[in-house]
């Protein structure tokens, strides 16, 4: 994924024409102003030009980012029933497949993060949980795809340094290689609990298990659950307690989905209630998130940018993978489509926003109807999430729940899909200062504190 960018901020035109109007308490208005944001994410995409590539996103916006769009998209479909993108969707997710079926494609091999797979693969778990239409039989299949980046994680498991956990790089030759973070290593989570609701396979869940075993035993999920950003292979005990918003959700969904599939064990219970308070105590004021480490500060990268739409996915979803948490979660969510809705109110100039003019959708949710002036995926793919996860129904018999293999599920799988990773390790010339450059995702960037003790890694 990306490293630091500072993000500046868009010229706005004077007046606004059209911005989104809703009525969250109605289903046709929430899904006309879903449409209408998601017109403007698309208009963002390139790879279905001719002589571009499907899947990617033009720059500023890296690899993950659009695995992360399309899983985006795919829940689009799910909850508003609208398949016009699902053409597209479905070409980008096939085509960054990659050779051998697994999110690890020739293009993206000198600068894949664990994490950045897990994207992907996280998009490939929700077509298979939705019922997404399944490709063609000759083509990949949802969860084959899933099972894959499974067993290739498993396969990366490094018991060498730290007891355990998957770096944040893939390859040794990569920036970061000397990094364990917690969104590696939540993918690995995130897929491993959901795999084991969708297929009732307990080695699944094991791992799930073991993953939050190791975040615990190295405290980047400490005893209040705060989740912390990594620590570094050569100081296991030394944590970088930046705390941002995706990975509080990615772990909060992942602990409702093992509620789920331990029909209601006391113990994720009590973890999961425990994820709730936290994240809500932390990343909220008055009913709306806010990206602690970076967003007051107008410091949050375009990375940065995207991750509170990922925490309005995991907390609709943890709200129906455990009943308990939906008069909780559910009003949060709203609340934050609310000022997210109104966010979407910006005419950047047509360079910087091809979609309806005034729909244009800012980043700080807490400034309201007061556009901030930054546009972008980030942005409007977050906007997308609170405002259609508004669809999102308690858990009942009419409700859209995502399926599993014995409620309707369809997507083929493979136990045995994915690589061991001595076949991958690839004969490079030395990478340049430039792909170093562009080479991962910076969890955190510069090393500094600001106020309040936030602290920022750059690894260049």
């Known amino acids: 994924m990306q490293l630091f960018r500072a993000a500046g901020l868009v010229s706005l035109l004077a007046g606004v024409t059209g911005a989104i109007q809703v009525d969250f308490s109605n289903d046709d208005s929430i899904k006309d102003a879903s449409s209408t ?3 403007g994410l698309l208009k963002y995409y390139t790879g279905n030009n001719t002589g571009d590539v499907p899947g990617n996103l033009p720059d500023p916006y890296f690899w993950w980012e659009a695995g992360a769009m399309f899983g985006t998209m795919i ?12 053409a597209v969707t479905t070409q980008a997710m096939l085509h960054q497949a990659g050779e051998d079926k697994d999110y690890m494609p020739q293009n993206q091999t000198r600068t894949l993060g664990n994490d950045d797979q897990g994207f992907w693969a996280m998009a490939a778990m929700s077509a298979a949980e939705n019922n997404f239409p399944n490709p063609p039989a000759d083509q990949p299949q949802w969860l084959a795809l899933v099972q894959a980046v499974f067993n290739e994680y498993v396969t990366r498991w490094d018991t060498e340094t730290c007891g355990g956990g998957l770096r944040w790089q893939v390859f040794t030759f990569n920036n970061g290689f000397n ?30 298990e ?42 909060l969904q ?64 943890a709200s129906q993978m455990a009943p308990f948490t939906f008069d909780t979660l559910m009003p949060l969510v709203k609340s934050c489509a609310t000022a997210a809705a109104q966010q979407c109110s910006g005419s950047p100039p047509a360079s910087q926003f091809r979609g309806q003019p005034g729909t244009a959708c800012g980043f700080k949710w807490t400034e309201k109807d007061k556009f901030d002036g930054l546009a972008g995926v980030g942005e409007q793919m977050s906007a997308l999430s ?39 390790m690839p004969a490079m010339p030395e990478i340049t200062m430039g792909e170093k450059v562009a080479a991962g995702f910076l969890t955190t960037a510069i090393a500094f504190s600001v106020i309040g003790g936030s602290f920022f890694v750059m690894k260049g």
């Not at 705060?226 to 772990?251: L, R």
């Not at 858990?395 to 991958?424: C, F, H, I, L």
């Open 37 to 39: 944001i998601a017109f």
């Open 210 to 251: 073991k993953v939050w075993d190791w975040m615990e035993d190295v405290q980047l999920i400490d005893a209040d659950f705060n989740v912390y950003d990594g620590t570094s292979v050569d100081n296991c005990g030394e944590v970088n307690k930046a705390q941002w918003t995706y990975n509080a959700g990615i772990f």
């Open 254 to 317: 992942g602990t409702a989905m093992m509620y789920n599939f331990t029909q209601g064990n006391t113990t994720w219970e009590q973890r999961l209630d425990g994820m709730v308070k936290r994240t809500i105590e932390y990343f909220f004021d008055d009913g709306i998130v806010v990206e602690r480490p970076c967003e007051s500060f107008n410091f949050c990268d375009f990375d940065q940018q995207s991750f509170k739409g990922y925490l309005m996915r995991w907390m609709a979803s």
């Open 75 to 86: 829940d689009y479909w799910f909850y508003t029933g609208d398949d016009t993108y699902n």
């Open 179 to 208: 990094y364990k973070n917690s969104i590696s290593n939540g993918c690995f989570f995130n897929i491993a609990s959901r795999l084991a609701r969708y297929t009732g396979n307990q080695t699944y869940a094991d791992w799930a």
């Open 386 to 424: 609170a405002v259609q996860y508004t669809l999102v129904k308690k858990e009942t018999a009419a409700a859209k729940v995502p399926v599993t293999a014995d409620t309707g599920g369809t997507s083929v799988g493979n136990v045995n899909a994915g690589r061991p990773m001595d076949e991958y």
